[in-house]
């Protein structure tokens, strides 16, 4: 096959790259295709595992000012999101900047404080690094992390009947982005708390531990793409589909922001760049798995079920769904661009 007619990534998109690429190659690789790599066991009463990501350009920066804050803080959360789909507890996080020569000390400094401040708030910290010049701003990061022996969730493991659970709070990403281009409208304290949140998501890893710890998950997965794309993913890696409500919880001022804009609560729920986490449950277990998280302040709620018959639905009718699946080297990888578009693509308006 000639250079000029071998497919090219773009071809393929992230789905196929793995499949036709990356299986074969490393498909016998414990882990393989999990949030973590699992490294090793080891005699202490532990096992180890790692994550690496990079980081887009924060949504937010087209919002409001640009910050790297932003960029810092969101930085630690894709990488410790993933330790907690292996419902791990982080040891750490090794970083990675490439930044112009003309990026002022303050700036960096803002940098080095979203970082820092988001892994202060899930109780880990910068444990190394490096530095250098580059044309083009460019953040990665590996996190480590460690579970009790035997308890580290996979993507694997889920079976039919296996209630969905969704930890975390939908929905604040792209209700910032309704209000900020004034297609809702909100007192200053609720705008203020969206922007908020929506700049600052959190990793659901006590979620991960509490849920490891206790049995109550057979598998996880943290919603880094869009719901869609996550329950797809967890179903396709189990030979299952998914039956899912479409009836979801919103907190209140992003409820307040649907109604508002005219929007379903479905359709902000189904949005990417909160960072939840998508966790499959024995029927018998859910009850208790929802108990468990609520009485540690964490917002849950049940959003459905595995099934048998590898269909992907949504409502009472069991309709198709064709949810957001923001999949890089697709036309569906967000790159930036123009945020009506955005909008109009993310929540069909």
């Not at 404080?113 to 708030?121: E, M, Q, R, S, T």
């Not at 493991?157 to 209630?163: E, K, L």
Request: glycine share 12%; charged share 25%; net charge negative.
């Amino acid at each position: 096959m000639s250079e000029a007619t071998e497919p090219r990534l773009g071809q393929l998109g992230e789905r196929g790259i793995q499949e036709k690429v990356l299986r074969p190659r490393y498909g016998d690789t414990e882990g393989f295709g999990d949030d973590s790599a699992f490294l090793t066991k080891v005699d202490s009463p532990s096992e180890l595992v790692a994550t690496t990501d990079s980081c887009p350009a924060p949504l937010v920066d087209l919002l409001r000012e640009p910050d790297l804050y932003h960029s810092g803080w969101l930085l630690a959360t894709i990488n410790l999101s993933d330790l907690a789909a292996a419902g791990a507890e982080p040891l750490g996080l090794v970083v990675n900047y490439t930044l112009p020569a003309a990026t002022t000390v303050r700036q960096f400094e803002r940098l080095l404080d979203g970082v820092d401040d988001c892994c202060a708030a899930h109780g880990t910290r910068v444990v190394g690094g490096d530095i250098r010049d580059g044309a083009v701003v460019q953040l990665t990061a590996t996190a480590i992390g460690r579970c009790a022996p035997g308890s580290r969730l996979r993507r694997i493991g889920a079976r039919a009947g296996d209630r969905l659970l969704l930890a975390g709070s939908p929905g604040y990403l792209w209700a910032a982005a309704l209000v900020e281009t004034g297609r809702a409208k909100l007192p200053a304290p609720a705008r203020e708390e969206i922007w908020r949140r929506a700049s600052r998501p959190p990793a659901q890893l006590q979620a991960g531990r509490l849920l490891a710890a206790n049995g109550l998950a057979r598998a996880a997965m943290d919603v880094s793409d869009g719901l869609f794309a996550t329950v797809r993913a967890l179903g396709e890696a189990n030979g299952l589909g998914a039956a899912v409500t479409g009836e979801f919880e919103l907190a209140e001022p992003v409820a307040e922001v649907a109604v508002r804009s005219g929007v379903r609560p479905f359709d902000l729920a189904q949005t990417w760049g909160d960072w939840g986490l998508v966790v499959a449950t024995r029927p018998e277990d859910a009850e208790l798995a929802t108990k468990t998280l609520r009485e540690e302040g964490l917002a849950v709620q049940e959003i459905g079920k595995f099934t048998a018959d590898r269909r992907f639905t949504v409502g009472a009718e069991n309709a198709p769904w064709r949810g957001i699946a923001q999949e890089r080297f697709s036309a569906g990888s967000w790159h930036g661009g123009e945020l009506s578009t955005m909008l109009a693509d993310v929540l069909g308006r």
